[in-house]
């Protein structure tokens, strides 16, 4: 009985302090994607990558670091500029604790849409 009176002490203690709007993200559900993506990389690193190039030579991206580098840029300033413009970065420094949109006032729901939609650019 204690147990099960812990358990929705832990369920309503976590509906009231996580944002609703942040499970719509990529990865937010749960954390077994991040576990399994975790294990690919490691397996494609330590197991797969080694044993694919065993008999080749390296290859050359120094062209398509560089668009990337670029893209990386350009993008990494768009979300800084709209967030810094539209939000209130500099009170969540100190106010980390507040919630986002205590933070951001007027602009949180633009402010969310910005770091929704970056992320979802990562995704296919």
């Not at 812990?6 to 499970?23: A, K, Q, Y």
């Not at 398509?64 to 500099?90: A, D, E, H, K, L």
């Amino acid at each position: 009985m204690a147990e099960l009176e812990f358990n929705r002490h832990v369920t309503e203690t976590m509906s009231n302090i996580t944002d609703t709007r942040i499970l719509a993200l990529p990865l937010m559900n749960s954390p077994l994607y991040v576990i399994f993506i975790s294990f690919a990389y490691w397996y494609t690193v330590y197991v797969f990558g080694p044993y694919f190039m065993k008999d080749r030579k390296p290859y050359s991206l120094k062209g398509f670091i560089q668009c990337y580098n670029i893209f990386q840029i350009v993008t990494n300033f768009w979300i800084v500029f709209n967030i810094v413009t539209n939000g209130g970065p500099f009170a969540a420094v100190w106010n980390y604790c507040e919630p986002f949109d205590q933070i951001c006032g007027a602009n949180s729901e633009k402010v969310f849409c910005i770091c929704k939609l970056s992320r979802s650019k990562e995704q296919p």
